[in-house]
């Protein structure tokens, strides 16, 4: 099994920048891709950005140039830089792991952790 603990969010003025920041723990893990998705009230959730286990990243086309995300894999953290924010970049963002569990690959997420953008 792997946890993932999401933290960074809160309230932001558009324009502004906030930094989630993920946290994967558990036993006999390998995590290939790591990434942000979230979903604004009734809506689906979304893929915001990942990032593979050797740095290759792919962003959602809202977001390019104004979000990055990066890792750290010795301490299996995963980060998102997001500046330039927009009142529709409010949503909850859940983070997301695909891990080598013994004996097979398995997606794991977060709970989320709530962006607020006010106008």
């Known amino acids: 099994q792997v946890q993932l603990v999401e933290s960074g969010g809160g309230l932001v003025q558009a324009g502004g920048s906030r930094r989630l920041s993920c946290a994967a723990s558990?036993?006999?893990?390998?995590?290939?891709?790591m990434g942000w998705y979230r979903q604004a009230p009734g809506k689906q959730r979304e893929l915001v950005a990942t990032?593979?286990?050797?740095?290759?990243?792919n962003y959602a086309n809202s977001v390019k140039g104004r979000f990055t995300i990066s890792r750290d894999n010795a301490k299996n953290l995963v980060y998102l830089e997001m500046n330039s924010l927009k009142p529709e970049d409010t949503a909850v963002y859940y983070c997301?792991?695909?891990?080598?569990?013994?004996?097979?690959?398995?997606?794991?997420w977060g709970k989320g952790t709530l962006v607020t953008v006010s106008s």
């Open positions: 997301n792991a695909n891990a080598w569990v013994p004996p097979r690959d398995t997606d794991y």
């Open positions: 990032i593979s286990s050797s740095g290759r990243t």
């Open positions: 558990g036993s006999r893990f390998s995590i290939n891709v």
